[in-house]
């Protein structure tokens, strides 16, 4: 029976279920009644033709935008996601529909007293407060739901701080706010849960998850598979370079590391595991490749367009300073990939079995056209982000016609309208949920009562406070979404970063790594869970493999800290190119020192030089670099010669 079970979690409907275990966003309702589904189906494509809609012709008022897009959002979540996990899947239950109406009411009630609401000023009436703490009520459950217990936990601890942070001693204390004050603060203002990260996710998160969801219904997932196995399939080990390529495109477009943890690893890890990788180290390739899919530009995690916003800069500035942390994180998981199939002797996958560059460039290579498009518009046309999505869409629609295999039918864009609605409510619900924690830190000033608590025991020592405020992304993110941790962490960490004079941008980027990298960081590594799952690996090990694998992408942030160089802030352009070559030497041999093998196997004393050598040329600073270089020449003379004295002593033997 045990066997069985086993092998059940090996076939598509076993995948179903890991994805189900690890994310509870996929746990929603399958309705048998046709006419439920027909009207769930109205319901999201309506959500996703609103958002056309204004992306085009312009959006109503802030707070009334925000608003219809947040009753949206519930309205789905309470039709869609059961109140317990046991609850009925197929079936609704009455008073989701009475939420659901409820949500819909948040929203008409600030259409109707738009006006009312704005000459009041700030100063609630009877009605404000009861519709106010309806929304509050409402996001709660609909975050516990999606989300998990964690998020609106912690929302209801800022919300009770609020009302009684004046019987607090020390710094931590307030004057205190009344129920009023507090409702009125997170329902009529832009303050709260319509607050900044709601407004991004109204605008532009919606409509990147939307291009991705037409991606998926024109074959893009088909066809970055096939694209990777032509060009990495029949090198050493193939199948694990597959899986980073694969993993990392798909990961860039879709935003969800444990969805794409279970999409593509379905296809990449019993093909690693079958050239000879092992269960543990199978999985966590998949879930390094997949979490880094977050900090791949052109489209990196939701995360980065509310730190864009946040900071008021170009999306464009934010994925570009990420371009060469991005590739450095990636080429640290194929180095150590390469040298480990150099180790175990593993070959790549026959070129028969494989298709070609031209078949899969004949039959899917004008995929790739809508995605020159975007980058185009996001980096050189000087248009909007809105703009840029919007046609960006078109443009995929109109590109996946020329070929049979990626032609969309009106029952296909029908169901991309659909599944970009659907993919939205997670990020969403995130957003709004994080907004009472963010409005309550406005309102109370916690955040920089927090960020002074943390430079005064971090002893004004960055140092120290780098590695606190890392230590508090990844707790925080073991236990809530990237997006909401991101916030959190950018609210009340990233400061103390700043008073210490860290540029606020580079603030920022450390906190927005360090939270997605909670995914690979035992105890709680979702992703690599989840990868565990598909793989018959040990979840605790796979976790602890995955972190090795990403060890770049811990070691980075410190050192763009410390030299903004890695950023490509304020450098020209020979700088540049020097701290792209030293960085990419250096984590080679970052990679080699974790590997512990360079032509044959390293020694330990060797392994540790190898390492030291590695931080010196990653650090862009010119004697370091010269100082890692010498490191790494004498290194390979050594590692050379002994394999050649290995190979001269074994044909002599034989």
């Known amino acids: 029976m045990e066997k069985a079970a086993n092998q059940d979690e090996h076939t598509p409907d076993g995948h179903l279920k890991i994805l189900e275990k690890y994310d509870t966003e996929s746990r929603f309702r399958v309705f048998k009644n046709k006419k439920m589904t027909l009207v769930i189906t109205l319901i999201a494509v309506g959500f996703s033709l609103y958002h056309l809609y204004t992306s085009v012709l312009g959006a109503p008022p802030t707070l009334k935008h925000r608003s219809v897009h947040v009753a949206f959002v519930l309205a789905l979540i309470f039709l869609l996601y059961p109140a317990r996990k046991k609850g009925s899947r197929s079936k609704l239950v009455w008073y989701d529909v009475i939420l659901a109406l409820l949500s819909v009411a948040t929203s008409v009630y600030l259409f109707a007293d ?151 690893g379905a296809f990449t890890i019993p093909l690693m595991k079958r050239i000879g990788y092992k269960n543990n180290f199978a999985g966590a390739v998949e879930a390094t490749a997949s979490v880094g899919g977050q900090i791949l530009p052109p489209i990196m995690g939701a995360a980065a367009f509310i730190m864009a916003e946040v900071l008021s800069i170009p999306y464009s500035t934010v994925a570009l300073a990420a371009i060469l942390p991005a590739a450095l994180y990636y080429l640290g998981i194929i180095t150590q990939i390469h040298l480990r199939a150099s180790k175990e002797g593993l070959e790549g996958i026959k070129r028969s079995e494989l298709p070609t560059i031209s078949e899969v460039m004949k039959e899917r290579g004008h995929l790739f056209l809508p995605l020159v498009f975007l980058i185009y518009m996001l980096f050189f046309s000087g248009k909007t982000i809105i703009f840029a999505a919007f046609w960006t869409i078109i443009i995929t629609v109109l590109v996946a016609q020329l070929r049979k295999t990626t032609r969309m039918s009106f029952k296909d864009i029908v169901g991309a309208l659909e599944d970009g609605a659907r993919s939205a409510l997670s990020v969403a619900i995130a957003c709004a949920a994080v907004g009472i924690i963010v409005g309550v830190a406005t309102l109370t000033g916690f955040g920089l009562k927090l960020a002074n608590g943390i430079v005064a025991i971090g002893g004004e020592s960055l140092m120290l406070t780098l590695i606190f405020t890392m230590i508090a992304c990844i707790i925080l993110g073991m236990g809530l979404p990237s997006i909401p941790t991101y916030i959190i962490t950018a609210t009340m960490a990233a400061p103390a970063l700043v008073k210490l004079g860290v540029e606020p941008f580079v603030a920022h980027m450390f906190v927005f790594y360090f939270g997605l990298f909670a995914n690979l960081t035992p105890p709680v590594a979702l992703a690599a869970f989840a990868a565990a799952g598909i793989s018959g690996g040990s979840p605790m090990r796979t976790g602890f493999v995955s972190m090795k694998l990403a060890i770049a992408g811990f070691i980075v942030p410190y050192i763009f800290v410390y030299n903004n160089a890695l950023l490509m802030i304020d450098t020209t352009f020979f700088e540049g190119a020097v701290v792209t070559l030293t960085s990419i030497t250096g984590v080679i041999m970052l990679g080699i020192s974790v590997e512990r093998h360079y032509f044959v196997p390293l020694s330990w004393p060797l392994r540790i030089v190898m390492f030291l050598g590695s931080i010196m040329l990653i650090t862009p600073n010119m004697l370091q670099d010269l100082a890692g270089l010498v490191i790494l020449i004498i290194i390979t003379i050594l590692q050379w010669m002994k394999m050649k004295k290995n190979h001269h002593e074994l044909t002599a033997a034989s």
């Open 114 to 264: 738009y006006l009312g609401i704005i000459q009041r000023g700030g100063i609630p009436n009877n009605t404000d407060i009861v519709f106010g703490v309806l929304l509050v009520v409402l996001v709660l459950e609909a975050a516990r739901r999606v989300t998990g217990w964690a998020l609106p936990v912690l929302a209801v601890l800022f919300f009770l701080y609020a009302l009684y942070g004046r019987n607090f001693s020390g710094i931590f204390r307030h004057r205190g706010y009344e129920w009023d004050m507090v409702v009125n603060q997170l329902y009529v203002t832009t303050e709260g849960i319509f607050g900044t990260a709601i407004g991004v996710s109204a605008t532009y998160i919606f409509l990147f998850i939307l291009f991705g969801a037409v991606l998926g219904r024109s074959g893009m997932g088909q066809f970055f598979n096939d694209f990777a196995l032509a060009v990495a399939g029949h090198t050493k080990g193939g199948p694990a370079k597959v899986a980073v390529l694969a993993s990392g495109m798909l990961g860039s477009i879709n935003g969800s590391a444990i969805a794409n943890v279970v999409t593509t």
